[in-house]
Each structure stands twice: as structure tokens, then as C-alpha cells.
T-cell receptor
Framework: GAGVSQSPSNKVTEKGKDVELRCDPI?????LYWYRQSLGQGLEFLIY????????KSGLPSDRFSAERTGGSVSTLTIQRTQQEDSAVYLC?????????????FGPGTRLLVL | GIQVEQSPPDLILQEGANSTLRCNFS?????LQWFHQNPWGQLINLFY???GTKQNGRLSATTVATERYSLLYISSSQTTDSGVYFC?????????FGKGTSLLVTP
């Protein structure tokens, strides 16, 4: 596609439920990133994929968070047993090869509200 | 991780005015990007500028890597320039973001 797409745009869930967030990167981009933007923490890195593998999961805030990528394209971020502090905007980005000297392009984000 | 400080945190301008936004970072980087986050939350790429100077219309940016800072210049500001401007840097792949400069351009 022309840009990074994410779905859903908005998600409201009840505390304790699981949610899945989807990211479709720019066609041909091998690197994919997840970030989170919350009022208290600003923009923070969550996880990085190179192809289907995730060499760096250091940013995931807890073991309730997991992510996968299949076919070197679409990625899913799953949050189990959601908590109110998980409320945030989840942003996905992609870049061509994943090198440090590359532009990362961001999607529109998924706004998650946990009640 | 690399620390990123942006200034000023807030800025109010009248339409037509010029402004300079600053980004200081704590370590050597090989990637520096400036973004504009519009009122709908979309992060729009403005510049990839780990060093040197670039211009795009009314916007320009300069990064002095040896002194660990970057500047974003907005000339003849318009109301559509309102939003939050973020600087982000990395020496690897995970971007480290500053807290942003919130810009409001009034008619």
C-alpha cells in the first residue's frame, strides 16, 4: 500500500480482556516497529521486527504484551488481560531494510482505551 | 538510551511569524528525524537529517552532529502548522523521542 495502515483505529475494551492490534507496513519494507504514545510516558519503543523475527523485544512493558509477524508483512500486537495503564495510542512504523540510517514511516495509530 | 531534549515545550505564534525549534541529544547518533504530529495524531515525516542542512518549502532543518543538536526552522507560519513537533534519534533502530514542542499558530 501507499503507507502504513493500522486497525482498528479505535478500540474500547474492558479491563481483563485481550486485544489484538494490527499493522500493515509499506509494501517491500522488511523492518517493522511498534511504539506506544501515552500521556505519562511520551513516545516509547516496544518491539522491532526484521522480517519475521524480533531481535529486540526489550521495550515490551510486561509479559502480557506479545507480537508476531508473518510472511514478512502484517504484524499483530496482542495485549492479554488488559489494564487501565495500557490505555494509549499504539503506533506502528516500517522502514526499507531496518538499518539505523533509514527513515521510519508511521501509521495513523490505534487508540486503545481500557475501562 | 539516548536522551533527547526539545525546546521550547510550548510556542504560540501569530500567522506569518518565523520560529526555531531546538533538539539536543546526549550521544552520537546516525539517525535523526523530525516529525509533525497533526491534531488527528498522525506522525508526518518532515526530515531525515542526521547531519547537514535540508529545506522543504517553508521548513528547513540543520543538524550539527558534533555538537549534538538539531534545529527546525518554520518560516511564514500558517495555522495548519499547528500541532506537536517531535525530534527522534537513534544509534541503532529504536527511535528515542523527545517530549515535543507544541505549536499553536493563531490567525
Amino acid at each position: 500500500g501507499a503507507g502504513v495502515s493500522q486497525s482498528p483505529s479505535n478500540k474500547v475494551t474492558e479491563k481483563g480482556k485481550d486485544v489484538e492490534l494490527r499493522c500493515d507496513p509499506i509494501s517491500g519494507h522488511t523492518a517493522l516497529y511498534w511504539y506506544r504514545q501515552s500521556l505519562g510516558q511520551g513516545l516509547e519503543f516496544l518491539i522491532y521486527f526484521q522480517g519475521n523475527s524480533a531481535p529486540d523485544k526489550s521495550g515490551l512493558p510486561s509479559d502480557r504484551f506479545s507480537a508476531e509477524r508473518t510472511g514478512g508483512s502484517v504484524s499483530t500486537l496482542t495485549i492479554q488481560r488488559t489494564q487501565q495503564e495500557d490505555s494509549a495510542v499504539y503506533l506502528c512504523a516500517s522502514s526499507f531494510m531496518g538499518g539505523a540510517q533509514e527513515t521510519q514511516y508511521f501509521g495513523p495509530g490505534t487508540r486503545l482505551l481500557v475501562l | 538510551g539516548i536522551q533527547v531534549e526539545q525546546s521550547p515545550p510550548d510556542l504560540i505564534l501569530q500567522e506569518g511569524a518565523n520560529s526555531t525549534l531546538r533538539c539536543n541529544f546526549s550521544d552520537s547518533v546516525n539517525n535523526l528525524q523530525w516529525f509533525h504530529q497533526n491534531p488527528w495524531g498522525q506522525l508526518i515525516n518532515l526530515f531525515y537529517i542526521p547531519s547537514g542542512t535540508k529545506q522543504n518549502g517553508r521548513l528547513s532543518a540543520t543538524t550539527v552532529a558534533t555538537e549534538r543538536y538539531s534545529l527546525l526552522y518554520i518560516s511564514s507560519s500558517q495555522t495548519t502548522d499547528s500541532g506537536v513537533y517531535f525530534c527522534a534519534v537513534t544509534s541503532g533502530y529504536a527511535l528515542n523521542f523527545g517530549k515535543g514542542t507544541s505549536l499553536l499558530v493563531t490567525p
